[in-house]
């Protein structure tokens, strides 16, 4: 998924030292131990910033943690380095909006639309910070998109209580109901 990017100057020992840091920190994550995952790369520090991998994995790792106001400044740097990267911008405004910075969840995710305008996570997602947002026709408009790419994602809604705002809405209950 990721590309080593950042310092193309780095030495070949610290590239490895960043690789496997890398590599170790996938692995706990994966074994649902976060906190191993987060020693690791915090070993390896300003490698770890220089790289958009390092980068992605910190903040998905601070993510799991629940440190969502840290994982802000590393997903953010992961952005910059892969502006187009979808899954980073949805982690980002995922944190975003845990921490109250809707409308920088909002304008994170409008940008990856903009790049992936068939991704119906991207749409559902920015639907429900709409409907926080008590922007009604925008989080009906994108929940129509995401519904319209992959109507799986209509099965979502009624537990998702993000839609709390708009749920009495007649055109969100049309737009929800199942076809039968």
């Not at 080593?4 to 960043?18: E, K, S």
């Not at 840091?21 to 996938?26: I, K, L, N, Y």
């Not at 995710?109 to 305008?117: I, M, Y």
Request: aromatic content about 8%; some cysteine.
């Amino acid at each position: 998924m990721f590309r080593f990017t950042g310092n193309d100057a780095m030495l070949p020992t610290a590239r490895i030292q960043l690789q496997r840091a890398c590599v170790e920190a996938e692995g706990f994550l994966e074994l649902g131990l976060p906190q191993q995952a987060l020693h690791t790369l915090q070993r390896r520090g300003q490698l770890v910033h220089g790289d958009a991998r390092g980068c992605y994995l910190l903040g998905e790792t601070l993510r799991e943690l629940r440190r969502f106001r840290e994982a802000v400044y590393p997903l953010r740097r992961c952005l910059d380095l892969l502006p187009d990267d979808m899954h980073v911008a949805l982690a980002l405004g995922w944190c975003y909006k845990r921490i109250g910075r809707l409308q920088e969840a909002i304008g994170t995710l409008e940008q990856a639309v903009k790049t992936e305008p068939g991704e119906a996570i991207l749409h559902y997602n920015l639907a429900c910070y709409w409907s926080l947002a008590h922007n009604r026709r925008q989080a009906l408009q994108h929940l129509a998109y995401a519904i319209e790419i992959d109507g799986n994602f209509r099965d979502l809604v009624a537990d998702e209580p993000d839609f709390d705002p708009i749920r009495d809405d007649p055109l969100f209950q049309t737009l929800t109901a199942a076809l039968g």
